[in-house]
């Protein structure tokens, strides 16, 4: 424990500290050597035996941080969709690692569980939900939101799921997502007990986008097999290329078919706060529920996902467990008490990040973040174009994949890029087959200066890997 000098001195270091960091990233390498021998080296000398010294472990800890990371927050991390986090949102986290408010329940933290509610409604109001009536939870991430989902669907599609399980129903319960939807739900698929298979992965079209005319012939197929369909989930940016989905078509099936609707919004659902880009999922308001994750676009610190729904017993039916022991004045209101409403118990107050980034930028601070980026991304589409480079998908959206054309390996010219250190993309595989390079803006301080460096580099690392 440390007394109240010392603890006054950590602060002012470790306020140095980030200072630093923010100030000096973009002058870093972007990559860390892969070397676990080394980092273990570093660590073997701590045995625990004997108490340190905070201010040379809290000095320790950010020069190796330094070193050993990817470092995403770095304008020339194009990535996958991992952000540079904003001042407020570091600002907001570490209020909460002090603060420590418990949001299991709503009497421990009332104003904490009211600025996420505040936050869901005011999210909602963005999709097109009625505001008012809009509920919803912060999760871990995208992962927890879209299991959320499954959860959710399955309680309303089979009242019996939730206390009896999978095995008392009458048959095999199957949904539908894209061939290019995010494998979140297959391990949901698996955590929920109806197992992968029931992830019907339908067909894609030129684009990238879910066919409505292939999911209607497999739900038809699967009714005509016994099976019990019971949602669809549809893509908004997919991780792959950035495709969306054709949400109105997919809200009218899913309507005609009495499924469950849910969109994976995780990344693309940040065009709901940018007007030019906010046609592009028209239809996701039709959705019975959404993951959207602040974490992604909204430049926050990891993790902060959303989940949001316009069915306000939804969340209730799903996970109501009550307890002898959780605190029970909330009962009194009309209030949340979110251990009864969602996955987690004990959980750390995720909206705040949210809360203080949106409450200082503003929507209007958002919308002009999420667009320089989308501008960047067409610069970089541009510049690719010009140096011979194809890019394969062309989303509206600042996620590009691409490869060179005269043949050089993508993985070999990633390799090149990653190991240099002055950038960081990926390689992936397009509609099953197709191998691509990869790079995403997700930094809102990337500029044209970082774009035209990517593209040394990757001519560059072409030129070494052919
Ligand atoms: C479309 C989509 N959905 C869900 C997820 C999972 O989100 P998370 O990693 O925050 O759990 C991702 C992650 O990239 C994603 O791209």
């Known amino acids: 424990m440390l007394e109240a000098p010392q603890r006054a001195r950590l602060w002012k270091q470790l306020a140095d500290i980030l200072e630093n960091y923010a100030a000096s990233v973009h002058t870093r390498r972007v990559t860390p050597d892969l070397d676990p021998e080394r980092i273990r080296a570093v660590l073997a000398p701590f045995d625990f035996e004997k108490p340190r010294d905070p201010f040379e472990m809290v000095e320790?800890?950010?020069?190796?941080?330094?070193?050993?990371?990817?470092?995403?927050?770095?304008?020339?991390?194009?990535?996958?969709?991992?952000?540079?986090?904003?001042t407020m949102g570091i600002a907001a986290d570490t209020l909460v690692a002090a603060f420590n408010p418990q949001l299991a329940a709503w009497a421990h933290s009332p104003l904490a569980v009211e600025i996420e509610r505040h936050l869901i409604r005011a999210l909602g109001g963005r999709f097109g939900y009625d505001a008012a009536s809009t509920d919803g939870t912060f999760a871990s991430g995208g992962a927890e939101a879209n299991h959320t989902a499954l959860v959710a669907a399955l309680t309303r599609a089979f009242p019996e799921y939730p206390v009896k399980g999978v095995r008392a129903l009458a048959a095999q319960p199957v949904f539908y997502a894209s061939a290019e939807c995010h494998h979140s739900f297959q391990k949901a698929a698996r955590i929920t007990g109806i197992g992968q298979e029931a992830v019907r992965t339908v067909a894609v079209d030129g684009e990238l986008r879910m066919s409505p005319a292939a999911l209607r012939k497999q739900i038809a197929e699967d009714r005509a097999a016994g099976l019990a369909p019971f949602l669809i989930a549809g893509t908004a940016g997919t991780t792959n290329a950035g495709a969306i989905d054709p949400l109105e078509e997919l809200a009218a099936i899913a309507s005609q078919e009495k499924l469950f609707y849910h969109v994976d919004a995780a990344w693309g659902g940040a065009a709901a706060l940018a007007a030019p880009l906010r046609g592009l999922i028209a239809g996701i308001e039709r959705a019975d529920s959404i993951t959207f994750d602040a974490h992604k676009w909204l430049s926050v610190p990891m993790g902060a996902g959303v989940f949001l729904t316009r069915h306000k017993d939804l969340?209730?039916?799903?996970?109501?467990?009550?307890?002898?022991?959780?605190?029970?004045?909330?009962?009194?209101?009309?209030?949340?008490?979110?251990?009864?409403?969602?996955?987690?118990?004990?959980?750390?107050?995720?909206?705040?990040?949210?809360?203080?980034?949106?409450?200082?930028?503003?929507?209007?601070?958002?919308?002009?973040?999420?667009?320089?980026m989308t501008e960047m991304g067409n610069r970089l589409r541009g510049k690719l174009e010009e140096n011979g480079w194809e890019v394969l998908s062309r989303p509206p959206l600042p996620v590009l994949c691409f490869v060179d054309r005269c043949g050089a390996d993508p993985r070999k010219v990633a390799a090149e890029v990653v190991a240099s250190g002055e950038a960081w993309i990926s390689t992936t595989i397009l509609g099953g087959n197709k191998l691509t390079l990869r790079a995403c803006i997700t930094n809102y301080r990337t500029g044209p200066e970082d774009v035209d460096a990517l593209i040394v580099s990757l001519d560059r690392a072409r030129a070494k890997a052919a």
């Open 315 to 372: 969340l209730h039916a799903a996970f109501r467990t009550p307890t002898a022991y959780m605190p029970k004045e909330a009962a009194a209101f009309d209030v949340i008490d979110p251990h009864l409403h969602s996955m987690q118990w004990s959980r750390r107050f995720i909206g705040l990040k949210v809360f203080l980034s949106l409450t200082v930028a503003g929507w209007e601070g958002y919308e002009k973040a999420i667009l320089h």
């Open 60 to 86: 320790f800890a950010a020069r190796q941080l330094s070193e050993w990371q990817t470092h995403t927050p770095h304008p020339r991390y194009y990535g996958l969709f991992n952000p540079a986090p904003a």
